[in-house]
């Protein structure tokens, strides 16, 4: 059975820092593109990064500059590091793991809710 279990998430300020964590279990993480999308209250779920096998990656305009993502395969693990959170990052972020880092892929974590606000 495939889970992505996403860790991280909470409250923080406007500017602040914040470390997004995805263990992956029951697949072979590392032949996989991984990566995160997000959704706000009353928008559509949306790409933030991605991650190939090969170190490929794929981020939305919007984080670019300020978020990077990294995978750790040894530990089945993928991460996103943000920078200069903004109010508009508020969302809850979703792991994702599929074929691609250009769209999304059939396996999905719970989400773990990030809130930037002061």
């Known amino acids: 059975q495939v889970q992505l279990v996403e860790s991280g998430g909470g409250l923080v300020q406007p500017g602040g820092s914040l470390r997004l964590s995805c263990a992956a279990s029951g697949i072979r993480s590392s032949i996989y593109a991984m990566g995160w999308y997000r959704q706000a209250p009353g928008t559509q779920r949306e790409l933030v990064a991605k991650i190939s096998s090969g170190q490929s990656t794929n981020f939305a305009d919007s984080v670019k500059g300020r978020f990077t993502i990294s995978r750790d395969n040894a530990k089945n693990t993928v991460y996103l590091q943000m920078n200069s959170l903004k109010p508009e990052d508020t969302a809850v972020y979703y792991c994702?793991?599929?074929?691609?880092?250009?769209?999304?892929?059939?396996?999905w974590g719970k989400g773990t809710l990030v809130t930037v606000s002061s």
């Open positions: 994702n793991a599929g074929s691609t880092i250009y769209s999304a892929g059939a396996y």
